[in-house]
């Protein structure tokens, strides 16, 4: 059976950015070939069945040679597999899209093309620069500054001087002073304003304005590194007026997500919301354990129980599929449920029940002795959590020894055998600020899965005390968010990055 080959634009950096169709395609690929300029953060929604293929260039250096890259898709599809070409930007925008599509073509392989946000317009909006304005300038030109083998530029200098557009310059860094040499020459203003964007819509973003006559001397002292824009044209006066980027609490930021895969996408989101980029390393997961829940669920159906407990958003998923496995929702008809916090009710709401009982401080200690007050003597309760729960919840309940507790493993927490290699790799070279924790369980997977990687520079934000308290333990500098709830822990990462951004600065 014949294979089928996606080309697909990544888009600058910011998963953000990435097209609905292109996560779609990507979430079923079985052969991922992906180049240097795909964000991170996109990297880890690759399937974990999916077969990698690194293909990164770099100036002057290519890790496979295209004409090969060409051939891995090939024999790829041949083989009968689902192959996405995952490319930075737009894979027909200076992506050599096309030079790939026509080895398929001739072999009569299927394919279809994803586009994606070029950097040419998102990486100047994501700096506050408008490509185009009426008052400025009624158009823009794209143009590649990568050399030829003899060093050269095939650039109508005096022909982008003349139309008096914007111009974005791709892949032009080597070639800066060459550029702008040209468009002196040319007879452009010295003083057209003009700027280089470096790594656009990411974490370390950063501009560097200046004039044309001027910019080669800023980038120098600013130590500018690939990948970087450069864009001319009286657009660029407005950047500081513009820009929204760097507004966000959490702008520059860089931090890991270690959810379960399940529940990492809210946080991750509330994150994003605030100008994080966010990797999820998913340290943990859950594995339902099957034989005691089951039982008890038939024991409940039958009115044995007045009390379900429910400590956290997991053992909701767990229980509730479960349930409806057997039964469906009227089985709790006489139940009343209690839960550990906010984020349980969440979930709990999600399969359209509420919560009877919520206490005042969301710790298992406070459950625990707050439930005692308002159970009715000789009542049974369920609670179903992880097999390695704490034992203060039912240290606190058995206080009133009428009440029959049955606590129950039912599922069992595992942690990740070792991290995504876009995690591992930015925490080596530390270019992870935070790493965001919702139980201890979280933190003991993160350190498990980079056992042989110093994670110590990274800080550590966590949901509540015992989760800090681990991490602590394990090495790491920990903050605990003012509440157990997500937007809290939110709100914590980014009190501690506007610290870490002011030492930076000191």
Same mark, same amino acid.
């Given at each position: ?9 990544? %888009? ?6 990435? #097209? ?34 690194? +293909?990164?260039?770099?100036? %002057? ?13 090939? &024999? ?28 398929? /073509?001739?072999? @009569? ?56 557009? #914007? ?14 040499? %040209?468009?002196?020459? +040319? ?17 370390? =973003? ?55 895969? *399940?529940?990492?996408? $809210? ?9 994080? &980029? ?11 354990? @099957?034989? *005691? ?12 129980? =007045? ?8 053992? /909701? ?17 006489? /139940? ?6 906010? %984020?349980? =009710? ?17 710790? *298992?200690? +406070? ?46 927490? @595992?942690?990740?055998? @070792?991290?995504?290699? $876009? ?18 369980? #979280? ?26 308290? =681990? ?9 605990? *968010? ?8 939110? &709100?914590?990462?980014?009190?501690? +990055? ?9």
């Amino acid at each position: 059976m014949m294979g089928k080959v996606w080309l697909v634009g990544a %888009g600058p950096g910011d998963i953000g950015l990435m #097209t609905l169709r292109g996560r779609e395609v990507l979430s079923d690929a079985e052969v991922v070939v992906y180049d240097a300029l795909v964000g991170e953060s996109i990297l880890g929604f690759i399937p974990d069945t999916a077969e990698r293929i690194y +293909a990164g260039k770099h100036s %002057g250096h290519h890790t496979i040679p295209q004409a090969e890259i060409n051939h891995i898709l090939l &024999e790829h599809a041949f083989a009968g597999k689902r192959v996405v070409r995952l490319k930075g930007g737009d894979p027909f925008l200076f992506g050599r899209g096309g030079e790939e599509l026509e080895l398929l /073509v001739r072999h @009569e392989i299927p394919f279809e093309i994803v586009p994606g946000v070029p950097s040419a317009l998102a990486v100047p909006a994501y700096n506050g620069i408008p490509v185009t304005h009426r008052d400025f300038c009624s158009s823009m030109h794209i143009v590649t500054g990568h050399m030829r083998a003899d060093r050269s530029l095939n650039i109508d200098f005096e022909a982008l001087a003349r139309e008096g557009g #914007t111009l974005v310059f791709l892949m032009g860094i080597t070639a800066l002073p060459d550029i702008m040499r %040209g468009l002196l020459n +040319a007879g452009m203003n010295p003083d057209t304003p003009a700027a280089v964007l470096e790594r656009g819509t990411t974490a370390r =973003q950063r501009r560097i304005s200046a004039t044309v006559a001027t910019l080669q001397e800023a980038c120098v002292r600013a130590e500018v590194r690939t990948p970087a824009i450069i864009i001319v044209g009286r657009v660029c006066a407005l950047a500081d007026n513009f820009d929204w980027a760097s507004r966000r609490p959490l702008h520059g930021a860089k931090v890991v997500v270690t959810r379960p895969r *399940a529940l990492a996408s $809210e946080l991750s989101s509330l994150l994003r919301a605030q100008g994080a &980029e966010v990797l999820e390393f998913p340290a943990i997961r859950t594995v339902p354990i @099957e034989g *005691a829940l089951e039982k008890a669920i038939d024991r409940l159906s039958h009115g044995n129980y =007045q009390w379900l407990v429910l400590t956290s958003p997991s053992a /909701v998923q767990v229980f509730m599929s479960a349930l409806m496995q057997r039964f469906d929702i009227r089985a709790l008809s006489n /139940v009343r449920i209690a839960v550990l916090g906010p %984020g349980t =009710q969440k979930a709990l709401r999600k399969w359209h029940l509420n919560a009877d009982f919520l206490p005042t401080q969301w710790n *298992a200690q +406070a459950l625990g002795t707050q439930l005692c007050g308002i159970c009715a003597e000789g009542d049974s309760i369920l609670i179903p959590r992880s097999g390695i729960a704490s034992v203060e919840l039912v240290s606190a309940l058995r206080a009133k020894p009428s009440l029959r507790v049955e606590d129950i493993a039912a599922y069992r927490t @595992e942690y990740t055998a @070792e991290a995504a290699p $876009e995690v591992r790799a930015a925490i080596e070279r530390g270019d992870i600020d935070l790493a965001v924790f919702t139980s201890a369980s #979280t933190v003991r997977g993160f350190i498990n899965g980079l056992r042989d990687v110093d994670c110590s520079h990274v800080h550590a934000v966590c949901i509540g005390p015992q989760t800090a308290a =681990q991490a602590e333990q394990c090495g790491l500098h920990a903050t605990v *968010a003012e509440q157990s709830t997500l937007s809290s822990l939110v &709100e914590a990462a980014g009190k501690v +990055a506007k610290q870490m951004k002011a030492v930076k600065q000191a």
